[in-house]
Structure formats: structure tokens, C-alpha cells
């Protein structure tokens, strides 16, 4: 099986930049500011292939890249530099044609496309779902609505339709029925949650995105929002990016893992491997802080 999507070299600096930028911050430096220039060097040198239906998780403290990560992947914020490919089968499968490069397996480099292929790919290929369901869901407007919003993106336009679709997914993420035309306003923390994954599922997308879905609810609701994320992502055969500073979200859900520290990587490998045998200092404090 070839990887579903191949990232090389990604980064992503917010500051002017100079030449000891990178030098100067990192793991080693335990900073990704550069004192320099005042540069945040958020992520640099992301290397990662992802395979279809394979969860991959991310993990580390607060500020190590790994959500900035995620922004550019879904094309929300430019990358400094980097590459990011999809395998051609997959665009074919989606009715789009090849994103440029050079021939072969894989697609040109997808984080130089204009902003309406962008779009485009973001509607038909991935899905996300946030921390913080207020950026994934209009709180005005109901929940069947937020789900016809996403379907309207993807080229839908049958009301009938879009209803049922959102009917049937808010069944499938445990959201009753009867409240669909309510605004996600009115539910609880975990309920936001499963409208986001179910809005997030919407277009079948082949990679999904989930950014420390579980921070700040309760335990049993974790439990249950974590069981209904495993379950769904076997049936719709779903390839994942799992952005989350619980190792425990991590070892539920991912078959390998990436440690981040400083805007880097460093170290990455099977997630039994990561947490029963670390080999870098850092994923070594990570996983002591969480026995």
C-alpha cells in the first residue's frame, strides 16, 4: 500500500526570518523564538507520509507546532516552505484532475495550489474537527444546517437531500434526530462535539483532522466521543492527523506517532514502540508526566 499523502521538509515561521533563525531555536535551544529577530519558528522540517485508513497521532506540550501543523495541512494558514502530495488515485476518485508535478504516483505539490483549488480540496478531501467547537460550528444556525453548509461546499444543492444526509449522520454520532433544527448553542460541550465530527464526515473525506477533541470535557465524555471516533473511522475507512497532548488519546486511537518539541520532530515511530520504550529525552518526560 502506497501512502495516501506525503509531507516533506514543512514549516512555518510568522516573523521577518534571518539566517540564525533556525540555529538558534529547536529542541536544543528549548525555545522557538528566535532571539535574534523575534521570528516564531512554529514548525520546521515536518517529515511524514500517511496511509489510508492509518491514524497518525501527534504529540506534545503546548506551543510545539503540533496544531500549527494541522492549520497548514488544511490549508488555513500558507506554509513557509515544504511540500505536501496526494497519491494521483485518490484525486481521480474524487473526479478532480492531477494537482501539476511531474508524473508518477504522486500529485505536485498541493500547498502551492491557488486559493480555489485549495478550497476545493479541503471540501472534497478532508474534514476537521477543533478543540474548540465555536471554529467549527456557526452557534446561530442549526445543527442540520452546519452539515448542509459543509455539503453546500462540496457541490450538493438538494435540500431533500442535504437534510436526510444530516439526519443520518447526526444518528450515526449519537446527536437525536429530533433536535437537528437546533442551534448548537443549546447543547452540551460533548454534543458540539459530535455535530463537528458528524459536519466533519459530511463529504466522505478520505483524511481527517482532529485537534485536541477532547480538552476540557468531562472523563465519561471523552470516553464515549473517543469510542465513537474509533468506530467511525473503520466504517468510513478514514486516514487521520491526531493532534492531541493526552497520550492516552494518542494510544487509543493511533497506530503511530510523532513527538514535537520546539517546532520539531524529535522522534517518531510505533506508538507502542513511542510509549513503552522512548528513546528522545523529551518523549521520555512526556510519558513519565502521564504515568
Known amino acids: 500500500m502506497e501512502p495516501l499523502i506525503r509531507v516533506r521538509g514543512l514549516g512555518k515561521q510568522f ?19 528566535c532571539p535574534a529577530c523575534g521570528t516564531v519558528v512554529a514548525c520546521h522540517g515536518i517529515h511524514f507520509d500517511l496511509y489510508p485508513g492509518e ?3 501527534v504529540v506534545g506540550e ?13 490549508f488555513e494558514w500558507p506554509a513557509s516552505c ?13 473526479g478532480l484532475d492531477d494537482a501539476g508535478g511531474e508524473g508518477g504516483a504522486y500529485s505536485g505539490n498541493l500547498l502551492a495550489c491557488n486559493d480555489f483549488r485549495k478550497r476545493q480540496l479541503r471540501h472534497l478531501l478532508m474534514g476537521i474537527v477543533y478543540q474548540n467547537p465555536h471554529l467549527g460550528l ?13 455539503l453546500l461546499g462540496a457541490g450538493w444543492r438538494n435540500i431533500a437531500r442535504m437534510r436526510a444526509r444530516a439526519a443520518e449522520l447526526l444518528d ?4 437525536p434526530v429530533s433536535r ?3 442551534p448548537p448553542a443549546n447543547f452540551s460541550g460533548g454534543m458540539q462535539q459530535r455535530v463537528q ?4 464526515l459530511s463529504n466522505n473525506p478520505l483524511l481527517l483532522f482532529l485537534d485536541e477533541v477532547t480538552t476540557g470535557l468531562d472523563l465519561s465524555v471523552q470516553a464515549r466521543v473517543l469510542d465513537l471516533i474509533r468506530n467511525l473511522s473503520h466504517e468510513f475507512k478514514l486516514a487521520l492527523l491526531v493532534v492531541s497532548h493526552d497520550l492516552g488519546v494518542i494510544n487509543l486511537l493511533c497506530q503511530r506517532t510523532m513527538v514535537m518539541k520546539a517546532g520539531r520532530v524529535v522522534e517518531s515511530g510505533l506508538t507502542d514502540q513511542i510509549l513503552q520504550d522512548p528513546q528522545h529525552r523529551y518523549s521520555q518526560l512526556l510519558v513519565a508526566s502521564q504515568l
Not at 534571518?18 to 529542541?27: E, F, N, Q
Not at 465530527?197 to 466533519?200: D, E, V
Open 15 to 33: 516573523g521577518p526570518g534571518c539566517p540564525r533563525c533556525l540555529a538558534l531555536t529547536g529542541p536544543e535551544a528549548d525555545t522557538n523564538l
Open 55 to 57: 491514524a497518525l497521532g
Open 62 to 74: 503546548s506551543g510545539s507546532g503540533k496544531s500549527t501543523l494541522v492549520r497548514l495541512l488544511h
Open 82 to 94: 515544504g511540500t505536501m502530495e496526494i497519491h494521483r488515485s485518490a484525486l481521480a476518485g474524487l
Open 138 to 150: 456557526r452557534m446561530g444556525i442549526s445543527a442540520g444546517g452546519n452539515i448542509a453548509e459543509r
Open 172 to 175: 450515526k454520532t449519537e446527536v
Open 180 to 182: 437537528m433544527d437546533e
Open 197 to 200: 465530527i458528524a459536519k466533519a
